[in-house]
């Protein structure tokens, strides 16, 4: 079955940084695009980065602009979040997902996964 598994998240200090990962199985994971997404509390998910297919394209949100970098290897079926200078406001579950179309809205995504938390203490 479809999975996407993300992993990386855990709790690091302002200006820090981390790094999520996302395996993806299940499909065929080289023709979707893929983003991440994250939600704090009382909040809604909003949109991180995205990246296309073939890695070519990606876009960020102007909150993560020149901070944050999304890759992708289409040889280990993963995704990559490299998130740098990390601030309070970036607390959130972070989520991947893939969509056949390529979008930066989350109903537009088929797939998801369950979610890495990241805490920043100041």
């Known amino acids: 079955q479809v999975q996407l598994v993300e992993s990386g998240g855990g709790l690091v200090q302002v200006g820090g940084s981390l790094r999520l990962s996302c395996v993806a199985s299940?499909?065929?994971?080289?023709?979707?695009?893929m983003g991440w997404f994250r939600q704090a509390p009382g909040k809604e998910r909003e949109i991180v980065a995205t990246?296309?297919?073939?890695?070519?394209?990606?876009y960020y949100a102007d909150s993560v602009k020149g901070r944050f970098t999304i890759s992708r290897d289409n040889a280990k079926n993963t995704v990559y979040l490299q998130m740098n200078s990390l601030k309070p406001e970036d607390a959130a579950v972070y989520y991947c997902?893939?969509?056949?179309?390529?979008?930066?809205?989350?109903?537009?995504?088929?797939?998801w996964g369950q979610g890495t938390q990241v805490t920043v203490s100041s």
């Open positions: 299940g499909f065929t994971f080289s023709i979707y695009n």
């Open positions: 990246i296309t297919s073939s890695g070519s394209g990606t």
């Open positions: 997902a893939a969509a056949r179309s390529y979008s930066i809205l989350p109903p537009s995504y088929n797939y």
